[in-house]
Every structure is written in C-alpha cells, then in structure tokens.
C-alpha cells in the first residue's frame, strides 16, 4: 500500500460502499438532493439509506439501523439534525465504520453550545477510529471514481485541480467554472468546520495523489498552523498550491468565525506563511481558478521575460499593463529576433514588444511562425498570445477558394481551426516554455474548444491570463530558491 492509500482520506475519497443518513423520499430534502447526485454521478459501490421508518427510499432498499446493512461499509454519509449526530456517529463506530462525512451544521460555527457538540463528536471519534470530513460541510468529488456527495450536479471531466476548500459552496460553484473551460476536479473535498480531518492533511493527500497537477485552497483560517507549514512546503516543492485566503480583514474574519468557526490572522501573516510555503496567492475565486489552470497546464519559467503577441493593440497594452503589475518583464527581443519578425509581419506591425500583427493575412504567420520567432528568443521566458479567429470570414475565404464545392466549406474550414488549434497548443511543449492565450470568445466556437481541450489555457481577458503568467513566475522562482539553497 502506498503512502497515497494508506492517508485517512483515501477509502473517503474511494469508498467501495456508502452508507446513508437523512435521504427520505421527499425529494427536496436535502439528503435526498445529495443522495441524489451520488446515484446521478453512477457510483459502482453499493449505497445503504439508513432511514428509520422507510423500507424504500429513492429506489433502494433502506434499514432501520446500521447494524441491519448486510455488507461492510467503507463511508457513512450523515446528512443528520444536529442533535441526533453524535448517536448516530457512535453506532457508526460500533459498526466498526471508521470513515465519515458529516454534513450537518449547527456545532462550532454557531458558538459554545454547538461547540460542545462538536467536542462530543470528535471525542467519539477518537473512541473508535472514525475519521471524518465535516462537520458543516457538503463532503467530496472523485469524477473518476465516480464519487459526488455534493448537492449540486457533476457535469464535467476528470481533471488535474485538486481542492480543498473550508466552503462548500464554491467547491460546487467551481464545477460549473472548470466546465466553462473544458477543465474539472481531480478531487476536491469540502472540510468544513474541521472537526478531525483538516487542510493540513488535504495538502498533504492531494500532494501524493497521482491526478493532482495543481491544488487550489479557499481559507478562512488555519488550525494547525507549524503542521500546515511544513506539510505546504514540502508539496509545493514538486507541485503548485495556490490559495484564495477571506479571513485578512476585520469583516472577513469575522465571517468566518460565523462560516465555520476559523480563527483567522491578518492579511500580513498569512501572505508571510503563504511565501515561506512557496503557495501562490489568489485574490478572487476568479483568481484562483485561473492560477490553478496555468500552473497545473504549462512548465515553470526561467526568468521573467515575457513576450505579447497580438493582432490588436488595446489588449496588448492590457497585457503588458497586467504584467508591469505583476512582476513580469517585457522581454528585449535579440537582433536576429527582430530581423525575423520584420520579415514577417506587413509594415504596418510593431515588432517592439508587444508585438502587434494588426492584420492577418496569413493565419499560419499569426499562430505558427511568429510564436516560433519569439519563442526561439533566449530571452523570452514565456508567451501571451490574443486569439481572435474570425470563423466567418475564413468559412468565406474557403467558399470563395472552392468555388464549385461550397458544401464542403464548412468541413475544410473546421479542419483548418483544427490545425491551427494544434499547432498553436503545441508550443509550450516543443519549447518548454509557458504559453497562455486570452479570447474573449467561449468554447462555443470551435477554434478556442480544440485549443483548450489539447492544453493551452485560454482565459477570458488579457489581464487574466497575464496575471496566471505572473504567479507561474513566482511559483518558479520558489521551485528555484530551494534548489539554490538546497532545502531538503
């Protein structure tokens, strides 16, 4: 067994049978909505409700106690009044279940008395093994195991980000932002109000964990604060960690304290654990996701020269404005650079960085050579590019080349975004170099889906991008400093 499967959270994280606490047949209940979208997901383990009165509940076969469920149990789901937790948690225990996720709120997020409650829960824990996410939480999602204890529908892929957020509600809200961008979870786990399992111990099992390229975290405070450190240093040392921390504020910690019950620190503490850790800071939801994208998506960067490439100017002087403000540098391009790139743009291009197409009559020229010419640079480190593919006008340069063939110029033109799209979204591994381009068109047009879905990330303005450029470039810089110092 590897250190991977052999972490508190890994039969949570894949479970070979579930039991259930507080699904009914009244489908707006919310362990039925939760219910719900475990069977939706199609888990291949086998699902006892335990429910005291129904012999049937969504289709299933219910029992009236655990001890009636007629397999083992890997995972008790509790989705409980509060009161009635801390008995059902200890017949779990008598069950010999050591593994748990309990949803229910209304324990240390709510003062002293649910306090106390939250106490008892975690002192029956102890009693008999039971490891368990929660309390006040909404559980996990395993797309490839096909494991969603959410209430909210999973309709994207398996992914390479890895979450673990102290709020379960943008856990959720970001299955619908990965989708946008053809992306999705490797695992992610809501922690709550971190009764046993806390961040800490998610870091440390997301860092082993084999799909996980990147780990996004949403904060509201840290518990186990030398512990979080050490383990956050060691994993972010072969794989990036990007943080949206809420608690720096007066009005954000005390939210928190109402959320979950973290006791947060300020702004300045946190950004000190954060660069002694090597994790990057995100300062939105927004943010977090789009940092995540590119680090788990393109290689580190040596330096800090960036290139900007575009064939309008406002968003290339976005960009460079984004990377001013964010610690990048406008690369100086090398002689034979600038000499090749004269060659090939018209003469109403800039080639000074950024360097501004204006107009494309070769699209080959705009997403094949040019990227080339810059990238070969030894003094660019990576490369923005704003895509614009004009789907009608080149749908219309192909029918006007067919002439006699129009009904096939829809398919010739596809196959030409699909080319494009390949050649482009290959740069970052012929040169191993970061590039990440910005549209503000969607996956709806074929062009930007193809490019997305062979693994260049394209976010959905040119500040965005150059600021997902800008944290790569300060997570490389910790990759480098511990190589350069040798910290082991």
């Given amino acids: 067994m590897t250190g991977y499967e052999s972490s508190p959270l890994y039969r949570i994280m894949h479970p070979r049978s579930v039991a259930f606490w507080g699904a009914s047949n009244n489908p707006m209940g919310m362990g039925s909505v939760q219910l719900g979208e475990l069977l939706a997901m199609g888990f291949q383990g086998q699902v006892y409700p335990v429910h005291p009165s129904e012999s049937v509940v969504m289709g299933l076969p219910a029992y009236s106690r655990v001890q009636d469920v007629p397999g083992p149990v890997d995972l008790a789901i509790l989705v409980l009044p509060t009161r009635v937790v801390p008995e059902v948690l200890e017949q779990c225990g008598n069950a010999g279940i050591t593994r748990a996720i309990v949803v229910s709120a209304g324990f240390g997020e709510i003062g002293s008395d649910g306090k106390q409650l939250q106490d008892r829960i ?32 999973y309709v ?28 999705g979870f490797s695992q992610g786990m809501s922690v709550g109000n971190e009764g046993v399992i806390d961040l800490a111990e998610c870091v440390e099992y997301l860092g082993q964990c084999p799909w996980t390229k990147v780990i ?3 904060i509201e405070g840290i518990k186990r604060g030398q ?18 921390y809420v608690g720096g504020s007066k009005a954000g910690s005390r939210a928190g304290i109402s959320h979950t019950g973290a006791l947060a620190g300020p702004d300045p503490l946190y950004n000190g654990i954060f660069e002694q850790c090597g994790i990057i800071r995100a300062g939105s939801i927004e943010e977090l996701f789009d940092f995540c994208y590119v680090l788990g998506s393109q290689p580190i960067t040596k330096g800090n020269g960036l ?41 109403t291009a800039s080639v000074r960085n950024p360097v501004d197409m204006t107009f494309a009559r070769n699209y080959n020229d705009y997403l094949e050579k040019l990227p080339r010419i810059l990238l070969s640079d030894k003094g660019v ?16 340069s192909v029918i006007d080349s067919l002439m006699d063939k129009p009904e096939n110029s829809s398919a010739i033109a596809d196959n030409f975004f699909i080319g494009q799209a390949a ?53 490389s810089r910790f990759r480098q400093d511990m190589v350069n110092n040798n910290d082991d």
């Fill in 307 to 347: 290139a900007i490439l575009t064939h309008s100017g406002g968003p290339g002087a976005a960009a460079a404005d984004a990377a001013d403000r964010c610690g990048l540098e406008m690369a100086e391009f090398a002689p034979d650079t600038l000499e090749a790139l004269d060659q090939t743009v018209p003469h």
């Fill in 156 to 183: 994207a892929a398996p992914g390479f980000i890895g979450m673990a957020s102290q709020s379960g509600s943008f856990v959720t809200q970001m299955f619908v932002q990965l989708e946008k961008f053809g992306l």
């Fill in 423 to 475: 050649a482009v979204a290959g740069l970052s591994r012929e040169f191993g170099k970061p590039v990440v381009g910005a549209s503000f068109h969607t996956r709806s047009e074929l062009f930007i889906r193809e490019v997305q879905d062979r693994g260049l990330p394209v976010l959905s303005s040119p500040e965005r991008a150059t600021r997902a450029l800008g944290a790569l470039a300060r997570y």
């Fill in 381 to 396: 480190d990576a490369l923005f590019v704003y895509l614009l593919m004009p789907h009608k006008r080149v749908i219309r």
């Fill in 227 to 244: 512990e979080f450190v050490r383990i956050a240093r060691t994993v972010s040392k072969t794989k990036p960690i990007v943080a949206y």
């Fill in 122 to 153: 975690v002192e029956i824990s102890r009693k008999y093994g039971i490891h368990f996410l929660g309390p006040n939480c909404i559980g996990v999602i395993n797309p490839r195991h096909k494991l969603n204890t959410t209430f909210y529908p």
């Fill in 216 to 218: 996004g975290l949403y």
